[in-house]
C-alpha cells in the first residue's frame, strides 16, 4: 500500500497530501477552537508527524542533500531550545508542557520535527518565489550575484520565520504547550528566532536537493492561517 503511494505521480501525491492537511487543520480548528477539545489538543504530536510524513510523500527526491538539512534542522531546532530551556539565554525563561510528548531534559522530541518542518515549507516558499521573480525577468534580481540571491532567501525567509513565530506564541501558552515566564513573550525571543531561523535557511540554501515543492507552500499558508485563526479566537474568550 504504502509503496503504491510512492509509486502515484506527483501530481496525485500533492492534492492527497493538500486534502489530508486541510483535514486535519480544519477539524482540529473547529475541535480546539470552537469545541475546545482536549483530546484533540493533546494530539498535537500526531499532526507534527503526519506534516512531516507528507512532506516526505510530496518531496520529488529524497536525496542526499534533503536529508542532511533534514537532520541538520531537526539537531540545531532541539538543540537551541535545549540550551534555551536549561539556562535561558537564548530565548527567555521559558517552559514546556506535557501537549507536545515525551521530552529529555524539559525539551520535547517533537520540537525538532515541528522546526524541521516549518524551515522546509519556508525554504521552498522563498526558494519558489525567488525562482518566480527570476523567471519572470525581474530586472531587480537580474542584476545581483547568486550569493546575494541566496542571502536575500535567508533574511527574508528568516524574517518570515518571525512572523510565523509570532502567530504561533499565543496560541501556544493558551493550549499549554509551552509556559512564559509571568506569562510575557521577550523580544529577545523573537531575535533569537531570527538568529536561529537564517542559520538553518542557509544550510537550506547552500544543500544541493530539489527545492519545488508546492505542496509545502501550501502547508506554511494553512498552518500560518490555523494558528492566526486560533489566535483570534482566543484572543475573544
Not at 506534516?51 to 510530496?58: K, Q, R, V
Not at 531534559?105 to 525567488?130: E, F, H, N, S
Not at 538553518?200 to 544543500?207: D, E, G, K, N, V
Request: net charge neutral; proline share 4%; glycine share 8%.
Amino acid at each position: 500500500m504504502i509503496i503504491q503511494l510512492f509509486q502515484q505521480p506527483m501530481a496525485q501525491r500533492q492534492r492527497i497530501a493538500l486534502y489530508v492537511a486541510l483535514a486535519f487543520h480544519i477539524s482540529g480548528f473547529i475541535a480546539i477552537g470552537l469545541l475546545e477539545s482536549q483530546l484533540f489538543i493533546n494530539l498535537t504530536p500526531l499532526n507534527l508527524l503526519v506534516c512531516l510524513a507528507l512532506i516526505l510523500y510530496t518531496q520529488p527526491r529524497l536525496q542526499w542533500g534533503f536529508v542532511v538539512f533534514a537532520i541538520c534542522a531537526l539537531v540545531i531546532g532541539f538543540g537551541t531550545e535545549h540550551i534555551g530551556i536549561n539556562t535561558g539565554a537564548l530565548f527567555g525563561q521559558y517552559a514546556y508542557g506535557e501537549v507536545l510528548g515525551p521530552k529529555w531534559q524539559g525539551v520535547p522530541y517533537m520540537i525538532g520535527v515541528q522546526w524541521l518542518v516549518t524551515m522546509y515549507c519556508i525554504g521552498v516558499a522563498m526558494q519558489m518565489l525567488l525562482h518566480r521573480f527570476l523567471q519572470n525577468g525581474l530586472s531587480s534580481f537580474h542584476r545581483y550575484p547568486r550569493w546575494m540571491q541566496g542571502l536575500s532567501l535567508v533574511i527574508d525567509g528568516a524574517l518570515l520565520a518571525v512572523i510565523f513565530d509570532w502567530a504561533i506564541e499565543p496560541v501556544a501558552m493558551h493550549l499549554h504547550y509551552w509556559y512564559w515566564q509571568n506569562d510575557v513573550i521577550p523580544m529577545f525571543n523573537y531575535l533569537t528566532w531570527y538568529g536561529v531561523s537564517a542559520v538553518i535557511l542557509c544550510i537550506f540554501h547552500l544543500l544541493p536537493f530539489h527545492k519545488h515543492n508546492l505542496f509545502a507552500v501550501h502547508l506554511l499558508l494553512i498552518q500560518f492561517m490555523f494558528f492566526l485563526l486560533l489566535r483570534t479566537v482566543f484572543a475573544f474568550q
